[in-house]
């Protein structure tokens, strides 16, 4: 991984960290299945987009053990998802194709890193961020896959990093090749889906910065909160959250989790928050929304807007938790 400084917004991590030619596919596997797109490049919107579900306990994100506790049930339905748009597996003759892959947040972790002075040669950059993450993550940073994007922040050096075991990625990795794709891209499902933001924060009179913009995202059965101030990453947090047979979430159990985050934000940066995005919360975002806007005055929108495709068979949430992170790259893309 190769050390990389920007002065955009966070949600651009992945994209800045990419090489060209952009891929005009990718995929994204969660517990409940696998969804995969088609795009042209810079069009901003989707060609096709295939879903396919995995059996019950199929998938379990984690970045210490094997992910896939039923792979021939997981290579089945990206099998089924690839077929739909023309995309059936490599004979192994034709070359592999290059392709975007998003991962659950917690096959992974992500840290927010400050330094005073940074080095410049990758290999030294590496070193130093994997010298801080040693005590921090459950896994052994020496066969540790790391990824890192570098911007100035008053003065400082700030580094987010994201990590996870090698092993991790290559089972990811894997499955993609059984089909003759190759992942030159990969990266978090809520990371990929700040692309969606349309905006980060505005400077308020009294505020010592701008303030802040707070994402939530449900794919059961995580909730990760991200909380976004001018160009930083401030807080990006996943939390257990338990969903019903339907995949709904209760509203109470969704604010419990994110009023912390809240707080936290606030006493640490003395800023307040000024806009709240929601995905994959279903029938419980209503009472979320209401609730954010009634107690902390926080203007709601959701995160996903303008995916509305006929005959995909899938519900409006089902488009958050499956299609969200691709969507974002794709209109990430479309805007550089």
């Not at 969660?30 to 490049?41: E, N």
């Not at 739909?84 to 070359?95: D, T």
């Not at 939390?239 to 995949?247: E, I, K, R, W, Y």
């Amino acid at each position: 991984m190769s050390q990389k400084t920007s002065s955009r917004t966070a949600g651009s991590f992945g994209l800045r960290l990419w090489k060209s030619p952009w891929p005009t596919v990718g995929w994204e596997i969660s517990q409940f299945g696998i969804g995969v797109a088609r795009w042209l490049v810079g069009s901003g919107e989707f060609e096709g987009i295939s879903w396919k579900p995995v059996p019950p306990g199929a998938v379990e994100a984690s970045p210490l053990r094997e992910n896939f506790l039923q792979p021939e049930e997981v290579n089945k339905a990206l099998a089924a998802a690839l077929a739909p748009l023309g995309l059936p597996a490599s004979n192994g003759s034709s070359p592999l194709r290059d392709v975007v892959l998003v991962i659950p947040d917690q096959a992974a972790r992500l840290f927010v890193l400050q330094f005073d002075a940074f080095p410049r040669q990758p290999a030294e950059a590496l070193a130093l961020v994997k010298w801080r993450l040693k005590k921090s993550v459950p896994f052994d940073m020496d066969s540790a896959a790391v990824s890192f994007l570098v911007q100035p922040a008053m003065g400082q050096w700030e580094v987010t990093a994201v990590a996870t075991s090698r092993a991790v990625i290559r089972q990811y990795e894997a499955l993609a090749e059984n089909f003759g794709l190759r992942p030159r891209w990969v990266t978090l499902s809520t990371l990929a889906s700040l692309e969606l933001l349309r905006g980060t924060g505005s400077k308020e009179k009294g505020s010592p910065g701008p303030s802040g913009v707070l994402v939530a995202k449900y794919s059961p059965p995580w909730l990760t909160i991200a909380i976004l101030q001018g160009e930083s990453l401030r807080l990006f947090r996943t939390v257990p959250l338990p969903a019903s047979a339907d995949g709904m979430v209760s509203p109470a159990e969704a604010l419990e989790a994110l009023y912390p985050s809240v707080a936290y934000f606030q006493d640490s940066f003395q800023s307040p928050l000024e806009t709240a995005y929601l995905c994959g919360l279903g029938e419980s975002g209503a009472v979320v929304a209401e609730s954010l806007e009634r107690e902390l005055q926080l203007r709601v929108q959701p995160l996903l807007e303008g995916l509305d495709r006929e005959g995909d068979n899938l519900d409006p949430h089902q488009r958050e938790w499956h299609f969200a992170a691709l969507y974002g790259m794709v209109q990430g893309q479309a805007r550089r």
